[in-house]
């Protein structure tokens, strides 16, 4: 894109822009908050572009917040006797404006080279109704794309570097500017806790670095205890040998490639080291187990505890007991210590955690804020391990650490150094391809974990999960899902590129009720996972039925009603619809009200609206005084328990969530004290993240949009443990989608390889 500097500096470093003849001339925009933007001086004038800024917020195109910020900072440069700077409150509405899409920064490069895609304005959903059609097409007019255009990087450092609400860091200015990052403060201070932490871990010293060493040898004898494989290179036994010989590390692994049994290894493998070290005279770690939700918290629960069980303890050196492997999975939140009404945490760096060793699982849905709160926890030399998989959803807010720092995993870059000391730790040759001289220190605390056991070779769930994840959908993989070729994938409307919307909607809604399962090889019968036959696909009608069909009355104890719950819920995770989008036809809300009303003439629910007996629910947001998180799912139930004045039993509504720890036990809560929930037939994937459902089906909609990406078709896919079905509006949809990957504006892995 060629640019034209048309401006210059004045002594104030103010900058004036001749917009020339060629700017569009707007019409006054009507209204108590409009002002009449007149372009032919935007950016030199102040008054223009809070002008400008607000007229973004009427059309919802920016946060209330993001112009907030930008006047907090023109008072503060006023403050300080600076007349403010346009293209800084410019820039810092704009820089707001990414870290509410998930970015921790702007890149003004980026911005400037190709503004439209950097910050998604226009945004794709219509420009509120409110908005007259002359202040729409005012609007058009006015795109940041179009504003920016004349401006280079050199302005924007300069305008930055002059201002006083910017610096590098060093001082306590709201924006802090690094290369051509620009971030709010906060988010610099998050990043470079971050950095720090790992930083400093990564250049502790390790008791296991000699081979030779006892503790080395130890190491080594218990991994071969625990790693049997007939496989020349264990990548599970690699993964376990590099996190134990740092105090920082991380696992990464598709579905199924055995992180939680590599991780319960590794656990085993360290109190083994503990045990028979003199210095600590026996004394076994203090590990702690979290992960960044309730439902993940609970998913790995469940794994866990088996995956405990089967280790050979009496097998390992170091006398290791049961009770050295913990089983209870927390949330982060928890286990940091949340209190309502602040981000702040009970533990942080005056108050640490009393732990040795952390592990958290799902790593990938972990932002800056909170893994910069886990670093100020955690005490100064105790271990991280972080597991998850690098290919999914970055975490809802901003950040992409996991991601970030498994840039290089799949090809390792292992020093010829690692290399030797895995290979006389563990027996195996580390693939010539994974080693790199040049490797950075972040490099040798990552491993990849490569090999699927969930999955058999033919499962289409991982053909397909693959295909997506290395953008190699091509017709002959999108053939075989069309013609059913696996027999734990279908694509319902394959045959068709672009379906009747009604006829598909109406496909949805008779696929919610059953799962379709005769649309499956054999009808989904007589299917054989490691020699256990698979019950068939199901749709909603399974937890609706065990729902009804309970036998339980008034005077049932309580505890029935519970195992009653416990069997409706697990009911419930056999199928799950997810969808890319909330609003429309083919969002969330729009899906869940069709479903329910369909329900409902199939006289399978009470009613369609408002609370009944069935109805899903998703808490939205974290309820500390109920103990539910943002994510639970709970499942209404009408409950004889309560008494009319009379004394008669009386129906009353309660919805049943599951305790989240490994009890069983099931928490009743009434209807209206639930604040933040909705019906949760369709589920977003974003909200998916974390969960696992045996069947899950995968709505497309009829059009691409930004959110429709590579990862977020693949995070959906890998919900499905057992069945997959995929309903598209727009064939095209699926193969466009996979081409979009959204980067997410950081500097950690730069400051990382800085060193
Ligand atoms: N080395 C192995 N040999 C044989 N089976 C294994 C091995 N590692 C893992 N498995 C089996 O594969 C399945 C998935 O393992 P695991 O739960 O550890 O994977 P995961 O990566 O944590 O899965 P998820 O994607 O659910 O997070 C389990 O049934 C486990 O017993």
């Not at 533990?347 to 800056?368: C, F, G, T």
Request: a negative charge.
């Amino acid at each position: 894109m060629s640019r034209t500097r048309t401006h210059t500096h004045n002594t104030e470093n103010q900058i004036a822009l001749d917009f020339g003849d060629s700017t569009p001339h707007v019409a006054p925009m009507p209204g108590p908050e409009n002002r009449a933007v007149d372009t032919s001086g935007l950016l030199t004038s102040l008054d223009k572009t809070e002008a400008l800024l607000q007229q973004w917020q009427q059309a919802e195109w920016l946060r209330p917040l993001d112009v907030g910020f930008a006047r907090l900072i023109c008072e503060l440069s006023e403050e300080q006797g600076e007349r403010p700077n346009p293209l800084v409150l410019l820039l810092a509405a704009l820089t707001s404006h990414q870290v509410g899409r998930g970015h921790v920064c702007i890149d003004l490069a980026n911005l400037l080279a190709d503004t439209g895609n950097t910050l998604s304005l226009p945004p794709e959903e219509p420009v509120r109704d409110t908005l007259t059609e002359s202040e729409a097409a005012g609007l058009s007019q006015l795109k940041p794309g179009d504003l920016l255009t004349r401006i280079t990087l050199a302005d924007c450092q300069a305008a930055l570097n002059g201002s006083l609400a910017v610096s590098d860091g060093s001082l306590t200015t709201p924006l802090v500017v690094n290369e051509t990052r620009l971030y709010l403060r906060r988010f610099w201070r998050y990043e470079q806790r971050i950095a720090e932490g790992i930083q400093q871990r990564l250049a502790l010293p390790s008791p296991l670095a000699e081979p030779d060493s006892a503790p080395a040898q130890t190491l080594s004898k218990t991994l071969d205890q625990l790693f049997q494989s007939p496989e020349p290179v264990d990548y599970q036994k690699l993964a376990c040998a590099l996190a134990a010989r740092n105090r920082f590390s991380v696992i990464t692994g598709g579905p199924g490639t055995g992180k939680t049994t590599t991780v319960v290894n590794l656990l085993a493998a360290l109190q083994a080291v503990a045990g028979e070290s003199p210095e600590r005279a026996g004394r076994k770690y203090r590990i702690r187990l979290a992960a960044p939700t309730g439902k993940a918290a609970a998913r790995l629960n469940e794994s866990i505890g088996g995956a405990v069980s089967r280790l050979p303890l009496d097998q390992l050196p170091g006398n290791i007991q049961l009770e050295d492997i913990p089983t209870r999975v927390t949330t982060l939140h928890r286990l940091l210590g949340s209190r309502p009404d602040t981000r702040r945490f009970r533990h942080n760096r005056d108050n640490p955690l009393l732990v040795d060793i952390l592990v958290i699982d799902e790593a990938s849905m972990v932002d800056v804020d909170l893994m910069a709160s886990v670093f100020d926890a955690l005490p100064a030399n105790a271990q991280l391990i972080l597991l998850g998989d690098k290919d999914q959803l970055a975490s809802v807010d901003a950040g992409a650490v996991l991601g970030e720092l498994c840039q290089r995993a799949l090809k390792a870059h292992y020093t010829p150094e690692t290399a030797r000391w895995l290979t006389a730790i563990t027996g195996n040759q580390v693939p010539e391809t994974l080693i790199d001289p040049g490797g950075q220190p972040l490099d040798q605390a990552v491993a990849m974990l490569r090999k699927s056991y969930r999955f058999q070779q033919d499962s289409g769930i991982r053909a397909l999960s693959d295909a997506v994840n290395t953008n190699a959908l091509d017709s002959a993989v999108l053939h075989q899902i069309r013609e059913a070729e696996f027999e734990d994938v279908v694509w319902l409307n394959g045959d068709k590129a672009r379906p009747d919307p009604e006829q598909t909607q109406a496909l949805i809604c008779r696929h919610a009720i059953t799962g379709t399962p005769e649309a499956f090889r054999n009808a989904g019968q007589g299917r054989v996972l490691n020699n256990k036959e698979l019950p068939p696909p199901v749709g909603y009608c399974h937890y609706l039925k065990r729902m009804q069909d309970h036998g339980l009355t008034e005077t049932s104890p309580r505890e029935d009603w519970d195992a009653l719950a416990v069997r409706v819920l697990d009911a419930f995770n056999d199928f799950q619809i997810l969808c890319a989008l909330r609003k429309g036809p083919w969002g969330v809300e729009g899906l869940n009200d069709r479903v329910a009303r369909h329900l409902l003439a199939e006289k399978l629910i009470p009613r369609a609206e408002g609370w009944y007996a069935g109805r899903p629910v998703l808490v939205t947001g974290n309820d500390y005084n109920l103990g539910l998180m943002n994510g639970d799912i709970g499942i209404t139930f009408n409950v004889p328990w309560d008494r009319t004045e009379s004394g008669e039993p009386k129906d009353t509504l309660r919805v049943a969530f599951p305790s989240g720890d490994s009890t069983g036990a099931i928490r009743w809560i009434s209807p209206s004290r639930l604040q933040q929930q909705e019906t949760v037939y369709a589920m977003t994937v974003h909200k998916s993240q974390g969960s696992e459902f045996n069947h899950t089906c995968l709505v497309l909609p009829d059009r691409l949009s930004p959110v429709l990406t590579r990862e977020l078709i693949y995070t959906g896919i890998t919900r499905a443990k057992n069945w997959f079905s995929l309903i598209t509006g727009d064939s095209q949809v699926l193969k466009d989608s996979v081409g979009q990957q959204v980067i997410r504006a950081s500097g950690l892995a730069r400051r990382l390889s800085e060193g």
